[in-house]
């Protein structure tokens, strides 16, 4: 039999139930590839259930640095879930290897002769070895993960050092999850050729970069960012933003001279209240966000076009996942694009940030609620779930001490004392951005009817068609004024030939490299922009102008930015050609190459003629 051999570039795909606690297990392997000094990326794939049915969790080793997700079966299956192993077996590449529970005899018929079965009774050990069923379950993983160990050569200091950080301040367990580790190692190293083909060796290609997840970037970069009031209704993948920005509030914004909280978290009956006690802490001065994801946001437009009007600020963080409706709750997509950027009725347009690395979801995060404040307006955080609950290699993050908030246009008591004239929708600057007061900043001045009725410039309701034009283009003056303010486009140039461009935002980032890589070795030399906002800089109808053939790469069926960029760029459709993606897995850099080269060749056929 053909045995696969590779060092340090291959997939692990580790086949579990929801709910038996293999997530910890999966994230600590992941971790000790991280820690041996190898780039890894982790894809959990799990079920909108609460517990109960098959997950998988895809780890990707790649010395190249190639970090999206890998087209192509893995290398090896750890093949814990009755249910799922016939898929398991026949996921395998040929000459890989699947590690798999022999407390219980596969059936024949499952048997392939291409690959390699790695049999182990992790059930029977368990058994002999813990008398208690939950220890049984949650020791049956780490068995697995030591068993690996020494499988692929994992220095095994590396995973005890990972058992005792993670346990830090609960020392009774660090113990016991080192000898479920000891007692996979040892009889792996006894019962099988050790290492196998694949395997591991140290390298240091990591830096300072850590490991970590969007959601988790995301809370805590809202923390920095200054927020104080979250309205906040649970729903996949978005729940955890706001669990963690409540850990971290818990470390960091208590008043240690009284012991009270210096913020305030609301769980509303449902998403437009959510959004409600957003807006009310942004009309009061407060920095103020939620989070949902797509049904959310459905909920969420008419509250969206009242703070547009009204202009008001307030930060939402919307953690796409797939549609319509309730769609695939577990999956991912950049399907809410158009929504965001245009939500609710009527003439209005919404800023958008897109980062594409946990460092940029903390960096835009914090930012937001400067440009909020700034702008006074909504800003909408744009992250997906793959982005949001997988972990990533990051950069690690900064912050400037120094930093000042920018509040914006807000006028105090003094301020108003020497007014001659205040007017809420006057643009006394020209840049559209009005002066604003908050609640109760002076005893009888600077007095306003929030609405969002029609008004004139002093905040007056009007029905007159010449004072509703001059709010709108002042408005819409607002955003093209707004624009140096957002994140830059990231311009990557590879060749100066500039016959070919891709586009594409968002979690798109981590497949690019290898699509590039892969296209080049196909002799065709591309050059990258990453949009990192809305509106759209000028440097993306630039680009874009610049190159023959240009492909937005997207996550969604509709191609969105696709239709975006037409629609505020007055860009021909037909200059672009769409590479889109929409199954819910993340996007992979084979997809990309090889739609980027399909289209490629019937464009040369259709030029021959």
């Known amino acids: 039999m053909t045995l696969f051999q590779s060092i340090n570039e291959f997939v692990v795909r580790f086949a579990n139930t929801n709910g038996t606690g293999s997530a910890s297990a999966?994230?600590?392997?992941?971790?000790?590839?991280?820690?041996?000094?190898?780039?890894?990326?982790?894809?959990?794939?799990?079920?909108?259930?609460?517990?109960?049915m098959p997950t998988w969790f895809e780890v990707r080793i790649s010395e190249k640095g190639f970090l999206g997700r890998r087209d192509g079966a893995p290398e090896l299956v750890v093949a814990m879930n009755a249910q799922s192993i016939e898929e398991d077996i026949q996921s395998v590449q040929p000459g890989g290897f699947l590690l798999y529970d022999s407390s219980r005899i596969l059936p024949q018929r499952l048997m392939r002769k291409e690959i390699n079965f790695l049999g182990m009774p992790i059930s029977d050990i368990c058994r002999a070895e813990y008398?208690?069923?939950?220890?049984?379950?949650?020791?049956?993983?780490?068995?697995?993960?030591?068993?690996?160990?020494?499988?692929?050569?994992?220095?095994?200091?590396?995973?005890?050092?990972?058992?005792?950080?993670?346990?830090?301040g609960k020392d009774k367990l660090i113990r016991p999850n080192i000898y479920a580790l000891e007692l996979g190692f040892e009889f792996a190293n006894k019962q099988f050729s050790c290492p196998l083909p694949i395997c591991v060796e140290r390298r240091d290609l990591i830096g300072d970069r850590i490991l970590?997840?969007?959601?988790?970037?995301?809370?805590?970069?809202?923390?920095?960012?200054?927020?104080?009031?979250?309205?906040?209704?649970?729903?996949?993948?978005?729940?955890?933003?706001?669990e963690k920005f409540a850990s971290y509030c818990q470390r960091l914004r208590i008043d240690p001279a009284n012991g009270q909280k210096n913020y305030a978290i609301v769980?509303?009956?449902?998403?437009?209240?959510?959004?409600?006690?957003?807006?009310?802490?942004?009309?009061?001065?407060?920095?103020?966000?939620?989070?949902?994801?797509?049904?959310?946001i459905s909920l969420m437009t008419e509250f969206l076009g009242l703070a547009y009007f009204a202009e008001?600020?307030?930060?939402?963080?919307?953690?796409?996942r797939a549609g319509p409706s309730t769609g695939m709750p577990t999956r991912t997509q950049q399907s809410d694009m158009l929504t965001c950027a245009y939500a609710s009725h009527g003439d209005s347009k919404?800023?958008?940030?897109?980062?594409?690395?946990?460092?940029?979801?903390?960096?835009?995060?914090?930012?937001?609620?400067?440009l909020a404040d700034r702008l006074q307006t909504p800003i909408i955080v744009m992250t997906d779930l793959d982005m949001g609950m997988n972990i990533h290699l990051s950069d690690p993050f900064g912050w400037d001490d120094k930093h000042e908030y920018d509040l914006g246009k807000v006028l105090d008591a003094d301020d108003l004392e020497k007014a001659s004239d205040f007017g809420r929708y006057l643009d006394v600057d020209g840049d559209g951005v009005c002066y604003r007061t908050l609640p109760g900043t002076h005893p009888n001045k600077g007095a306003f009817f929030t609405r969002g009725t029609s008004h004139n410039e002093y905040a007056a309701y009007t029905e007159k068609g010449e004072d509703y034009i001059k709010n709108m283009e002042r408005l819409e003056h607002k955003f093209a004024m707004g624009v140096k303010r957002l994140p830059a486009p990231e311009i990557t140039i590879n060749t100066k030939a500039k016959r070919v461009g891709l586009v594409y935002y968002g979690s798109t980032d981590e497949a690019i490299p290898e699509a590039v890589s892969l296209l080049c070795e196909q002799g065709v030399k591309v050059n990258t922009l990453r949009i990192r906002a809305f509106p759209f800089s000028p440097q993306v109808a630039s680009f874009i102008s610049e190159h023959d053939s240009v492909f937005v790469v997207e996550q969604n069926r509709d191609g969105q930015v696709k239709k975006l960029l037409c629609n505020e760029l007055t860009i021909d459709p037909a200059s672009m050609c769409a590479v889109l993606h929409y199954d819910g897995l993340a996007i992979t850099g084979q997809f990309i190459a090889e739609s980027v080269q399909a289209q490629l060749s019937v464009q040369t056929d259709q030029a021959a003629g």
Do not use: H
């Open 267 to 296: 769980q509303a009956e449902d998403e437009l209240s959510a959004i409600g006690i957003a807006m009310g802490g942004g009309w009061n001065g407060a920095r103020a966000f939620t989070a949902t994801s797509g049904p959310g």
């Open 350 to 370: 919404q800023v958008l940030l897109i980062p594409s690395t946990p460092k940029e979801c903390f960096d835009f995060s914090a930012q937001a609620f400067d």
């Open 212 to 242: 970590v997840d969007g959601n988790t970037a995301s809370g805590l970069g809202a923390v920095y960012g200054g927020a104080t009031v979250v309205g906040w209704y649970p729903i996949t993948p978005s729940t955890s933003v706001i």
């Open 312 to 320: 008001i600020p307030l930060v939402l963080m919307n953690v796409q």
């Open 131 to 168: 008398s208690d069923p939950r220890q049984r379950q949650l020791f049956k993983n780490v068995i697995y993960v030591g068993a690996l160990a020494a499988l692929l050569d994992i220095d095994f200091q590396v995973l005890k050092d990972l058992v005792s950080d993670q346990f830090k």
């Open 26 to 52: 999966n994230n600590m392997f992941a971790k000790a590839i991280m820690r041996m000094g190898l780039p890894v990326s982790a894809k959990n794939i799990f079920p909108s259930n609460i517990q109960g």
